[in-house]
T-cell receptor, first 109, second 112 residues
Framework: DQQVKQNSPSLSVQEGRISILNCDYT??????FLWYKKYPAEGPTFLIS?????DKNEDGRFTVFLNKSAKHLSLHIVPSQPGDSAVYFC????????FGSGTQLTVLP | NAGVTQTPKFQVLKTGQSMTLQCAQD?????MYWYRQDPGMGLRLIYY???????DKGEVPNGYNVSRLNKREFSLRLESAAPSQTSVYFC???????????FGDGTRLSIL
């Protein structure tokens, strides 16, 4: 029973355009949500987070949106750069982190 | 600027062999974690240690044991390795359980 789902295994975007990565969850008790980025042969690195009491958080080119009624989370990257090509994991926290299965983002030059 | 260091990076075992994966962090973090990542799946928590001297089971603890040796080090032991334990293992640490976790680069473990 996957509590955190990333339904798109992959996404390709042109350099300079917006990348939108989506995540759905089933447990309404999650306290906060995070996005991690992972390059091959490296561990995940923390990107941005959002508390369940907020609906938006921005950090430079990265914005996370939370829609609690829809149990939906999205990460917007604007503008996308080739160095953003990586696997992106969303994760949700309540007592422990639960990860989605990841989306491979490819930014085409 | 080491962060979280995992050893070894790669290992091949035979079914039934035992092995300990080592993890050390230099950020003075209180909490440490062990995850496994399998193809097409997210990271799943095996065990965690909220603070020095405590350990708790995560989502998939069967077949594993852990030791929080001191504040810096958290090891994961496979007593009798099985092919189903073939995976990439990540260690992580955080200042507190509610803070973002910092990950090591993983140990790629194959069990034949």
């Amino acid at each position: 029973d996957q509590q955190v789902k990333q339904n798109s295994p992959s996404l390709s975007v042109q350099e300079g355009r917006i990348s939108i990565l989506n995540c759905d969850y089933t447990n309404s008790m999650f306290d906060y949500f995070l996005w991690y980025k992972k390059y091959p042969a490296e561990g995940p690195t923390f990107l941005i987070s959002i508390s369940s009491i907020k609906d938006k958080n921005e950090d430079g080119r990265f914005t996370v949106f939370l829609n609690k009624s829809a149990k939906h989370l999205s990460l917007h990257i604007v503008p996308s750069q080739p160095g953003d090509s990586a696997v992106y994991f969303c994760a949700a926290f309540r007592r422990q982190l639960t990860f989605g299965s990841g989306t491979q983002l490819t930014v085409l030059p | 600027n080491a962060g979280v260091t995992q050893t070894p990076k790669f290992q091949v075992l035979k079914t039934g062999q035992s092995m300990t994966l080592q993890c050390a962090q230099d950020m003075n973090h209180n909490s440490m974690y062990w995850y496994r990542q399998d193809p097409g799946m997210g990271l799943r928590l095996i065990y965690y240690s909220a603070s020095e001297g405590t350990t708790d089971k995560g989502e998939v603890p069967n077949g594993y044991n852990v030791s929080r040796l001191n504040k810096r080090e958290f090891s994961l032991r496979l007593e009798s390795a099985a092919p189903s334990q073939t995976s990439v293992y990540f260690c992580a640490s955080s200042e507190a359980r509610t803070q973002p976790q910092h990950f090591g680069d993983g140990t790629r473990l194959s069990i034949l």
